[in-house]
């Protein structure tokens, strides 16, 4: 079987329609749903599991319109804390399923912000370290194919793994990333600046002078307020 979006449900031969039989079988499979959903007493409420993102289902559709998919998955992904008769923490999602998901949505639609949102903002923000660290490496990664439309996401993940986590060398790891993005891509210059602040926090105050000295002289920094600002932290590391 196959979908095509402007045209329905269709057999393997074209133009010719699906079984009624098929029909009527898809009615009841949705009703059926619809009903035991309703009806469900939430004092029996139980918590399903993530499943694992139906990849041979949206291979078969998504080459309609992957973007309608990847929104109709993140749709989904996004409802799933909300089970009839109660409510999922994030904590208890199983996310090594949650990452599959996102990364799923972002082959569909790579141009897409909405999924680093969610590992970030959402998903990122569990009081639980490992699963901090695993969205963290998410946004990473993601970052690495496509630095010039997913470097702020990476940057907010810096700001968890440095003071949520308390991991200044895996902070500097990313911000390390930030600055040797190619010339020419548009991140702001204060996201590449990142690493010399951590290094300045990490107790290596002559190498963050000599980063600082060189962006400096380098020119790069145009602004008035900013470049005051960089030279006043210059000043500062090389007093000490």
Same mark, same amino acid.
């Given at each position: 079987m196959k979908f095509d979006l402007s045209a329905g449900w269709r057999g393997t031969h074209p133009g010719r329609p699906a079984p009624a039989r098929l029909l009527v079988l898809l009615a009841l499979v949705l009703t059926l749903k619809i009903v035991t959903a309703v009806n469900r007493d939430a004092w029996y409420a139980?918590?399903?599991?993530? $499943?694992d993102p139906p990849q041979r289902m949206f291979a078969?559709? @998504?080459?309609? =319109?992957?973007?309608a998919v990847a929104r109709l998955m993140t749709l989904w992904l996004q409802a799933f804390d909300q089970q009839p008769g109660l409510s999922l923490p994030y904590q208890q999602l199983d996310y090594p399923r949650v990452i599959a998901w996102l990364e799923q949505i972002l082959n569909l639609d790579p141009r897409g912000q909405y999924p680093?949102?969610?590992?970030?903002?959402?998903? @990122?923000?569990?009081?639980? #370290? #490992?699963? !901090? !660290?695993?969205?963290? =490496?998410?946004?990473?990664? /993601?970052?690495?194919?496509d630095p010039g439309r997913r470097w702020r996401w990476l940057t907010h993940s810096i700001t968890v793994v440095r003071h949520h986590l308390g991991d200044l060398p895996l902070a500097l790891?990313? /911000?390390?990333?930030? !600055? /040797? /993005? $190619?010339? @020419?891509?548009?991140? $702001? @210059?204060?996201? !590449?600046?990142?690493?010399?602040?951590l290094r300045e926090d990490m107790g290596e105050a002559e190498t963050a002078a000599v980063m600082l000295g060189a962006l400096i002289e380098s020119g790069e920094v145009s602004d008035p307020a900013e470049l005051r600002f960089l030279l006043e932290r210059y000043e500062l590391l090389t007093s000490e």
């Open positions: 139980a918590a399903e599991e993530l $499943p078969m559709i @998504g080459s309609a =319109d992957p973007v680093l949102l969610l590992a970030s903002r959402i998903y @990122g923000e569990v009081n639980q #370290e #490992e699963k !901090r !660290r695993l969205m963290a =490496d998410l946004v990473y990664r /993601a970052y690495v194919d790891h990313y /911000a390390q990333a930030l !600055r /040797a /993005a $190619p010339e @020419g891509l548009p991140i $702001p @210059g204060w996201a !590449r600046q990142m690493e010399i602040f």
